[in-house]
């Protein structure tokens, strides 16, 4: 009988790179003056490179009397890298009207382009996808993946029990979004265009 020998080699284990699991995905009802209407989900996925891929998509239908008089869907996907946007191409369609965004970062900046128009943002800059708790800071030149329109919101942080996280956006459309201890999105509300009330239940 043969007896096969398996030689380690400690220095290439050493040397191996620790495996970073992509994070669980994230996914809401959406809830309107009680009722749900929709959906808002976020899947993740590790690439090559050490590349973190999220894919965010929302649905929204609002029907009166069985009729559906308001229609909403948006889709992005973003990749990151080291905590920072490596590319975003984003896609909506609001009751029939469509926006677009694409981001890329090059030359040391967001080369920004959507339905407003161009603009360059700094290689810190970040879309407003929410389920990113690092985003929301005083310090991330933001934009709105929707249209691909430069903001600058106020931002009120304050801290929740457990090392959770409540930020208020003022300013637009406005939000307020919770993180829990890890981190990880838990809670959004906001207003409609009509006015009514949107709060986000997790599914």
């Not at 400690?10 to 495996?19: E, I, K, S, V, Y």
């Not at 308001?70 to 009751?95: F, I, K, P, Q």
């Not at 970062?105 to 290689?123: K, N």
């Not at 708790?133 to 993946?145: G, I």
């Amino acid at each position: 009988m043969i007896r096969r020998q398996v030689m380690v080699l400690p220095g290439l284990l050493l040397a191996a790179p620790a495996l970073r699991a992509a994070p669980a995905g994230i996914a809401f009802r959406l809830i309107r003056n009680g009722s749900a209407i929709g959906s808002h989900e976020v899947a993740f996925r590790d690439l090559e490179g050490g590349v973190l891929e999220a894919r965010s998509l929302v649905r929204a239908t609002v029907t009166l009397l069985g009729i559906t008089v308001y229609r909403y869907s948006h889709e992005t996907a973003e990749t990151w890298r080291g905590g920072r946007l490596v590319s975003l191409s984003s896609r909506m369609d609001r009751n029939g009207t469509a926006g677009f965004c694409e981001a890329r970062s090059e030359g040391g900046q967001i080369a920004l382009r959507g339905t407003v128009g161009e603009a360059r943002l700094p290689a810190e800059g970040a879309p407003l996808t929410w389920w990113r708790r690092a985003t929301l800071t005083d310090a991330v030149p933001l934009f709105d993946p929707r249209q691909g329109l430069v903001v600058a919101p106020g931002l009120q942080r304050s801290a929740l029990p457990g090392g959770g996280l409540r930020v208020v956006v003022v300013g637009g459309e406005g939000a307020d979004v919770t993180y829990d201890g890890a981190g990880t999105w838990v809670g959004f509300a906001s207003t409609a265009e009509d006015g009514s009330a949107i709060r986000y239940e997790r599914a």
